[in-house]
């Protein structure tokens, strides 16, 4: 009974020896390539400045030294900086010009997943037309679409028609939730909450929301819940009230309905396009090519299977809940796999 003992712990000692080996090889590659990824780009840079420098302090440094009779010094590391700045200035001016009168110089979407463990505040956010009124804050557009749901519920808009009044009141007596309207959601299900719905993620429900850069919310009710100094969180009863529209409910946020296409064996659904953003949804049987316009970036992400994306000579795999920006030069890339993806992008003018 002792050998197969023996080996049992001889066989333990050598599976952690082997991982532990393991691990310290992975920390190591992981530890080069990052060093890779740091020195390369650097190492280019400083050999291209260079360059850059031998040629314009050889060449327009003697042709100067020629004209006035005598060498400048430093002169080609000026003309290497101008260089650098006329460069700057294309890029800018050209490259980047579209998205940047369109968008400004902040990055015109917000992604990102929200898995409520809890039940988070009921809430709503101003239009463009209330925080022209207001003097403050941002216009926010949500979209929601349920990634995952364990009886998980979500409130958009009101249970009834109500006014201000009523609502101020049942805010007052602590029983707002009483005129909200709730829905257990499933999965693949699709909200756009639009300026001035109430709205509220419940306990069990994941989200993947797309909204405008805004992080300008008003808080109409949030359980009673204590803060970090000790006293309930914060109410925006006042602003709240002021863009809050009473009539939008579930049936209004139900994002737009469009017709399914189907192209190259693959459907098509758009779900919604807005002043804010374009969303279509892709069921890829195969491979799906499409291209990036040129002149816009896109966003890709996988909301059910796994896929490939290929572009050139590049390919990089994707997972359920990866999100990859396509920049607006990329042109052609395919999807390659059994999978569904959302495309998102914003309005080219």
């Known amino acids: 009974m002792k050998i197969p003992i023996q080996h049992e712990r001889l066989n333990r000692t050598i599976n952690r020896a082997t991982k532990s080996f393991s691990i310290i090889i992975l920390s190591i590659r992981k530890y080069f390539l990052t060093g890779i990824l740091v020195l390369v780009p650097l190492a280019v840079t400083l050999y291209i400045m260079f360059f850059l420098f031998q040629l314009t302090d050889g060449i327009l440094g003697v042709a100067v030294a020629k004209s006035i009779g005598y060498r400048i010094p430093g002169l080609g590391l000026v003309f290497t900086a101008l260089i650098c700045v006329a460069v700057g200035l294309v890029a800018q001016n050209y490259f980047g010009k579209k998205v940047i009168d369109a968008q400004g110089n902040n990055f015109p979407l917000l992604i990102k997943y929200i898995d409520a463990n809890s039940d988070l505040s009921v809430q709503v956010h101003p239009g463009k037309e209330d925080v022209e009124k207001m003097g403050k804050g941002n216009s926010k557009k949500e979209f929601w679409f349920v990634f995952g749901s364990n009886e998980g519920k979500l409130n958009i808009g009101f249970n009834k028609n109500t006014n201000k009044d009523e609502i101020k009141n049942h805010i007052d007596k602590g029983s707002l939730q009483k005129i909200l309207d709730y829905k257990t959601v499933k999965r693949g299900e699709t909200y756009l909450i639009n300026p001035g719905t109430v709205h509220a993620i419940c306990s069990g429900s994941f989200i993947l929301e797309i909204q405008e850069p805004s992080d300008t919310t008003y808080r109409l009710y949030d359980y009673d819940r204590i803060g970090k100094d000790g006293k309930k969180r914060e109410l925006h009863v006042e602003d709240s009230l002021k863009c809050l529209n009473t009539k939008f409910g579930f049936e209004v946020a139900t994002s737009e309905r469009y017709q399914e296409q189907t192209v190259d064996n693959t459907r098509l659904l758009p779900l919604t396009k807005n002043d804010k953003f374009f969303i279509n ?25 796994i896929a490939e994306i290929n572009w050139g000579k590049e390919t990089m795999k994707l997972y359920e809940g990866d999100i990859v920006l396509i920049p607006a030069k990329m042109w052609d890339f395919t999807i390659h796999g059994q999978c569904t993806f959302l495309q998102i992008n914003t309005p080219t003018n």
């Open 281 to 305: 949804q892709f069921k890829v049987a195969e491979k799906f090519t499409t291209q990036s316009g040129g002149d816009y970036f896109e966003v890709i992400t996988i909301v059910e299977g």
